[in-house]
């Protein structure tokens, strides 16, 4: 691990301590507005802090910058659940800002990450300007929409109505959700293997975020006396002059095969007194859309997600597949962990591939911040070329690199952190 160092002036950067906590992370909530948490939120963050992964810049006895990395495995391309950290609980308090105290948080957890033999880093972005500079790029995204039930109508595939649906505390079926989860992480780029304390994330319900509507609501799906999928939701009811204007709120909806998904979606349409179902960050190619008789009325829409930073570049490359041969040298600038800079010979196809330094001549040109957009499949290296981030060096290497890197399944982040 790297050694302490000055985040400053007159701030000094360290790894938290437990009797540290609740003052590092007032100045975490603090900078995000500073709106009280529940006990049990509080509580469960506390749980999930590691804190020998955590850093906070401090001047004397007061915190001035947290940040923070979560021992995840990533979904990549091919199935495999890949060690990455991730990046949380960063903030600089509003007193210290362009002292240089996020670039040394960022500079010291990128070099103990790497120390950690971890690949990768990931985040979610506050603010999306923020973190580019650090060689993070959005690498999936969220389709959110908000449906008008009472005029859209689903149109399911043959069996739908053999799948039983029935209502459930959320807590007491969390293990069989669970369950559900975990068999579609590795169909999915992006995914997160869930790790022990995260589950109770999807449980969590304060009033704080109900904005007016029901506790958390579940109903799980099952076929053959098996759990094939569940749906999570809150209902807020409202009444106009014309009558009954309910919207039921998705918070969280998983299925193992297309009639259990049908079956959950015709249900979520079809929830009593309610006229609006509102979804939010879900995967971009999720099967309603194709359901739906008036995609307009659904009013899709699309957000950045997760952010991926390459933290070492040919181990990265190594731990994925390529859904067609690829045979590429790239010339990645990476001023900010200048070991990966240099030439990378790619080769790999939908069974495996390798990824070494090497002195020949270079088809592409990108940094890694480029690597990481098109790291999970979901942007492609093309759409960059266009925006004039890559540039091709031989002609076809783009053509060819950007089949291969392509995803048949769009990457995901199912929650945030």
């Not at 923020?130 to 995204?141: D, E, K, Q, V």
């Amino acid at each position: 691990m790297a050694t302490d160092f000055a985040a400053g002036p007159a701030a000094e950067l360290r790894v938290l301590r437990q009797d540290e906590w609740d003052r590092w992370y007032d100045t975490l909530i603090r900078a995000f507005g500073g709106m009280p948490e529940s006990a049990e939120e509080r509580e469960l963050w506390d749980a999930l802090t590691e804190y020998d992964r955590s850093l906070g810049a401090w001047e004397g006895d007061a915190c001035v910058g947290t940040a923070g990395a979560f021992t995840f495995r990533l979904s990549v391309p091919g199935g495999a659940s890949v060690p990455a950290a991730g990046v949380t609980m960063v903030s600089v308090a509003a007193t210290h800002r362009r002292r240089g105290v996020l670039t040394s948080m960022m500079r010291r957890q990128l070099d103990d990450v790497r120390s950690w033999g971890e690949p990768l880093a990931v985040l979610t972005a506050s603010e999306p300007a923020i973190y580019g500079r650090f060689g993070y790029a959005a690498a999936t995204f969220g389709l959110s929409a908000e449906i008008d039930t009472s005029r859209v109508q689903l149109s399911v595939p043959a069996g739908t109505d053999d799948v039983r649906l029935r209502y459930a505390a959320p807590a007491d079926v969390l293990d069989a959700c669970e369950a559900v989860y975990a068999r579609l992480v590795p169909r999915r780029p992006g995914m997160l293997a869930r790790q022990p304390g995260w589950e109770r994330v999807g449980l969590l319900d304060p009033e704080s975020e109900r904005d007016g509507a029901s506790p958390l609501q579940c109903v799980v799906a099952e076929r053959d006396g098996e759990v094939t999928g569940y749906a999570r939701f809150r209902v807020r009811l409202g009444w106009g002059v014309t009558g009954h204007n309910g919207t039921v709120a998705l918070a969280d909806s998983a299925a193992l095969d297309p009639v259990t998904e049908a079956a959950l979606w015709r249900f979520l349409f079809g929830i009593d007194l309610t006229t609006t179902l509102t979804v939010r960050g879900r995967p971009v190619d999720e099967a309603w859309q194709h359901l739906v008789s008036d995609i307009r009325r659904c009013q899709p829409r699309l957000r950045d997600s997760l952010y991926v930073r390459l933290v070492d570049v040919g181990a990265a490359l190594e731990a994925r597949t390529y859904q067609a041969p690829v045979d590429v040298v790239f010339e990645v600038a990476d001023d900010f962990c200048p070991w990966n800079a240099g030439r990378w010979r790619l080769t790999g196809d939908a069974k495996g591939a390798s990824c070494v330094r090497t002195s020949d001549a270079a088809d592409l040109a990108l940094s890694v911040r480029e690597l990481g957009a098109v790291y999970l499949g979901g942007v492609s290296l093309g759409s960059l070329a266009a925006a004039g981030r890559v540039r091709e060096l031989r002609a076809g290497a783009l053509a060819e690199a950007s089949v291969g890197f392509a995803s048949t399944v769009a990457p995901w982040l199912p929650h945030g952190f």
